[in-house]
């Protein structure tokens, strides 16, 4: 049995753990699970993320509890089917569909997917981020996975509703990613409708553009939607390929998130990156599974770090990382 300690990270590297336990059939036991946060253990988003991988590979679980420390999983077979998991909060969508991705697309016939609860959270890829760059980064592995939203859900009711349909694949395509950027911005900015009297989407772009580049064409989307409580955010890509999003906050004006939203891309295309920070971090399991290959990112974060300890742990294969480029090779 695989042994991890939480104390490395917080609820990625439990994530990953899954994901590759389910994929690999190899049991694990982690202990201290989100050690380091202020609300440690399993909270309803992580438990969520525990019970339906658990459910998609008939695993045996022991510590799957309300803010449990400690987890044994010992997985079984995956089952290609369809599947609806409410999270019950807020907690976010995407980082539940992050888990059960690479089991199920690796199964052997197409799964549905359907996730309610947050989708647009503080510290997690919004679903339309994950629609807009990390499944079309995806497209050029040979993944075909469809996204739709079908409902917004912000912190704290959440209600959100997400479904994903998952083509099956028997090898990924050479992980071959190069940092080339069009000169087009894809911006989108979202609102629920309560705020539209006070033009949020057009004050979020209105910041966006003041601060970005203006030899950049831009391709605008507003969105005012239903939601069962206020909330707002601005997404904005490159290529598909680099991206950023910032959630509204009751502290900054919206001109100020979409501000926020336009220097942080910045950073990310200015040092030369092949994904975004948050997009390369979803894409190690991806460079582990081709085998081979390698990406730059604007910075080395704690989540990569701890990210690439677990996935060393359950795939042969080795990382190095030098002067921001991260390599992998089999062992």
Same mark, same amino acid.
């Given at each position: 049995?695989? %042994?991890?300690?939480?104390?490395?990270?917080?609820? %990625?590297?439990?994530?990953?753990?899954?994901?590759?336990?389910?994929?690999?059939?190899?049991?694990?036991?982690?202990?201290?699970?989100?050690?380091?946060?202020?609300?440690?253990?399993?909270?309803?988003?992580?438990?969520?993320?525990?019970?339906?991988?658990?459910?998609?590979?008939?695993?045996?679980?022991?510590?799957?509890?309300?803010?449990?420390?400690?987890?044994?999983?010992?997985?079984?077979?995956?089952?290609?089917?369809?599947?609806?998991?409410?999270?019950?909060?807020?907690?976010?969508?995407?980082?539940?569909? %992050?888990?059960? *991705?690479?089991?199920?697309?690796?199964?052997?016939?197409?799964?549905?997917?359907?996730?309610?609860?947050?989708?647009?959270?503080?510290?997690?890829?919004?679903?339309?981020?994950?629609?807009?760059?990390?499944?079309?980064?995806?497209?050029?592995?040979?993944?075909?996975?469809?996204?739709?939203?079908?409902?917004?859900?912000?912190?704290?009711?959440?209600?959100?509703?997400?479904?994903?349909?998952?083509?099956?694949?028997?090898?990924?395509?050479?992980?071959?990613?190069?940092?080339?950027?069009?000169?087009?911005?894809?911006?989108?900015?979202?609102?629920?409708?309560?705020?539209?009297?006070?033009?949020?989407?057009?004050?979020?772009?209105?910041?966006?553009?003041?601060?970005?580049?203006?030899?950049?064409?831009?391709?605008?989307?507003?969105?005012?939607?239903?939601?069962?409580?206020?909330?707002?955010?601005?997404?904005?890509?490159?290529?598909? %390929?680099?991206?950023?999003?910032? *959630?509204?906050?009751?502290?900054?004006?919206?001109?100020?998130?979409?501000?926020?939203?336009?220097?942080?891309?910045?950073?990310?295309?200015?040092?030369?990156?092949?994904?975004?920070?948050?997009?390369?971090?979803?894409?190690?399991?991806?460079?582990? *599974?081709?085998?081979?290959?390698?990406?730059?990112?604007?910075?080395?974060?704690?989540?990569?770090?701890?990210?690439?300890?677990?996935?060393?742990?359950? *795939?042969?294969?080795?990382?190095?990382?030098?002067?921001?480029?991260?390599?992998?090779?089999?062992?």
């Amino acid at each position: 049995m695989i %042994q991890i300690d939480g104390l490395i990270g917080g609820g %990625q590297i439990l994530r990953t753990s899954l994901s590759l336990s389910a994929l690999t059939g190899k049991p694990f036991k982690i202990i201290n699970i989100r050690n380091k946060r202020p609300n440690p253990g399993l909270q309803n988003q992580h438990l969520t993320a525990v019970n339906a991988c658990s459910k998609i590979c008939n695993a045996d679980v022991i510590g799957n509890t309300l803010n449990s420390s400690e987890l044994e999983f010992i997985p079984s077979k995956v089952v290609s089917s369809d599947y609806r998991f409410d999270i019950g909060t807020a907690g976010s969508t995407t980082l539940v569909l %992050q888990t059960l *991705l690479p089991p199920l697309l690796f199964a052997n016939n197409k799964s549905v997917l359907e996730i309610i609860g947050g989708t647009a959270n503080p510290l997690a890829p919004p679903a339309l981020d994950i629609k807009n760059v990390f499944l079309k980064v995806l497209e050029k592995l040979g993944i075909d996975i469809e996204l739709e939203v079908v409902k917004e859900g912000f912190y704290p009711k959440g209600g959100g509703n997400i479904k994903i349909v998952i083509n099956p694949i028997k090898k990924l395509k050479d992980f071959n990613f190069i940092a080339v950027y069009s000169m087009e911005v894809n911006l989108f900015a979202v609102s629920s409708h309560s705020l539209k009297d006070r033009d949020i989407c057009k004050r979020l772009i209105k910041g966006f553009k003041a601060n970005f580049p203006i030899d950049y064409r831009m391709k605008v989307h507003e969105s005012y939607i239903p939601s069962l409580n206020p909330g707002c955010y601005i997404h904005a890509n490159i290529s598909n %390929q680099v991206g950023m999003s910032v *959630l509204g906050e009751k502290t900054m004006t919206s001109e100020d998130v979409g501000k926020d939203c336009a220097l942080r891309l910045i950073k990310e295309i200015s040092s030369g990156s092949t994904f975004d920070i948050y997009t390369a971090d979803q894409m190690l399991i991806y460079l582990a *599974l081709s085998g081979s290959g390698s990406f730059k990112v604007s910075e080395v974060s704690e989540h990569i770090n701890s990210n690439i300890e677990v996935i060393e742990k359950f *795939l042969g294969v080795k990382f190095s990382v030098e002067n921001n480029v991260i390599s992998c090779r089999k062992k």
